[in-house]
Every structure is written in C-alpha cells, then in structure tokens.
C-alpha cells in the first residue's frame, strides 16, 4: 500500500524522474512527454506518466529534503516496481568557478545528515550514482552540446543555518554543489537493487552570492531534462 502515491499498479513507468518540484513535474511532463497521465494528486505532490520517443516515463514530484525523498523513492520501488530513479534539481555551487546554469552529475553524494549512520549502525556509507547512468549521462550531454561537470556533491539537512562558511572544508575536498536530496536517493538504490542519479542545475553560488533569474532557470532546467529523458531511451 501507497500511503502518499495515489496511483494503481500498472499506471507507473519503470523509469522515474524525480523533481522536487510538482509543478516542475508538470511543466517538464507537458513540455517534453506524450500521451500524458496524471496518475496522483496527493498532498497536491504531482505525477505524471508519458512516452518520450516512445519510451515510456513517469514523473513524480518528490519534495525537498531527505525525509521527502525516502519516502517517495521507498514507496516507488517497492509498491511500483520503479527501477529508474533520475533527480533532477537545482543545486547551490559552493566553488566560485562554478556558473550559474551548469549541469552537475553528481558522482556521489556526501551528507551531515544522520540517516545513513542510523541504517549503517554508525558507520560511514559512500551513497554513490549507478555509473551506467552516470557515464550515458555524460555521453548525452556531450550529444547535445550541453556542458557539464562531474563530481561530488554535498547533500544537507539544513537550509538556512548560522555557521559561516560551512560548506568551504566540502568545497575544498572538490564538492562542486549542495543539495538535500541526493544521499537517500543513491542509499536506497543501492539498498534495493536499482539504478540512480542526481542531475542538477546551478541556481546560485554561495561563494559568490550570485543567484539566477527565474527566466534563466527555466531555460537551464530544459537542458537537465534533457540529458535526463535522453538517458532513458
């Protein structure tokens, strides 16, 4: 039983995209799949399900954070059978040479959170990308003249927080960006047999200061998802 997913059984695709976002879910299911279907309203947390060159896909928003997105990535592979499971978000940069708008596949995903420590017994995990995706995300985004970096990024629990300049020690052990996604998406793939990465945009710097317009996240957003969906086929 789906306690968050209102979908039936059959209505999902085994390859998933996960935004945080519902609505980003529904901007990126109309603007690039066909034949859609909204298969759930709940919690007004949007998902939807297409074809994309005849390949077929599911979109669901996932929320923000790492208690959001274990619950939706729990309930999609083990009541839905999902086997796919691609992030796609938005991420701070935390190097100053790192633009607005650059694609980050993120290789692994590290973490302040306490999650993987209470599933680990204290010990530490290195949640990882599936490097099949990884390596033909690469691959695709070369094909499509889309320029991204490889790396390590940082997956935290808190938004806004006092300390200053805490995320310069990640920085300096060559992390390209923060998130708070990731390190459960990549956990819980690996736990259960599935395939996972986490494709991300940079929407702001947090060396710099710099943010990007609402008009050149929308457009940078169309390169993620593209890399994304040509991943799938």
Same mark, same amino acid.
């Given at each position: 039983m789906s306690f968050h997913i209102g979908a039936k059984k059959g209505?999902?695709?085994?390859?998933?995209?996960?935004?945080?976002?519902?609505?980003? /879910?529904?901007? #990126?299911a109309e603007r690039f799949l066909?034949?859609?279907?909204?298969?759930?309203?709940? $919690?007004?947390?949007?998902?939807?399900?297409?074809?994309?060159?005849?390949? $077929?896909?599911?979109i669901q928003g996932a929320g923000m954070g790492i208690p959001s997105t274990a619950i939706?990535?729990?309930?999609?592979?083990?009541?839905?059978?999902?086997?796919?499971? #691609?992030?796609? &978000? @938005?991420?701070?940069?935390?190097? /100053?040479?790192?633009?607005?708008?650059?694609?980050?596949?993120?290789?692994?995903?590290?973490?302040?959170?306490?999650?993987?420590?209470?599933?680990f017994g204290?010990?530490?995990y290195a949640p990882a990308a599936s490097f099949e995706l990884l390596d033909k995300a690469n691959q695709k985004a070369n094909d499509l003249s889309i320029h991204t970096l490889v790396g390590g990024i940082f997956s935290t629990d808190t938004f806004y927080?006092?300390?200053?300049?805490?995320?310069?020690?990640?920085?300096?052990?060559?992390?390209? &960006?923060?998130?708070?996604e990731s390190t459960i998406l990549y956990t819980l793939a690996a $736990?259960?047999?599935? $395939?996972?990465?986490?494709?991300?945009?940079?929407?702001?710097?947090?060396? @710099? &200061?710099?943010v990007a317009s609402a008009e050149d996240r929308e457009k940078k957003i169309e390169d993620m998802a593209k890399i994304a969906l040509e991943v799938t086929v």
């Open positions: 209505e999902i695709a085994e390859i998933m995209l996960l935004p945080g976002d519902p609505l980003r /879910a529904k901007f #990126i066909e034949d859609i279907s909204c298969y759930s309203t709940v $919690r007004n947390m949007l998902g939807f399900t297409g074809t994309y060159n005849g390949t $077929r896909i599911s939706y990535a729990s309930e999609l592979i083990n009541e839905f059978g999902v086997k796919t499971m #691609i992030r796609i &978000g @938005t991420c701070g940069s935390i190097r /100053a040479d790192i633009k607005l708008g650059e694609v980050i596949l993120a290789m692994s995903a590290s973490t302040d959170s306490s999650v993987n420590k209470l599933y204290g010990m530490d927080d006092d300390m200053p300049d805490r995320y310069k020690i990640w920085g300096d052990h060559g992390v390209l &960006g923060v998130e708070m $736990r259960n047999n599935v $395939r996972a990465l986490s494709i991300l945009t940079v929407s702001d710097n947090l060396v @710099t &200061g710099e």
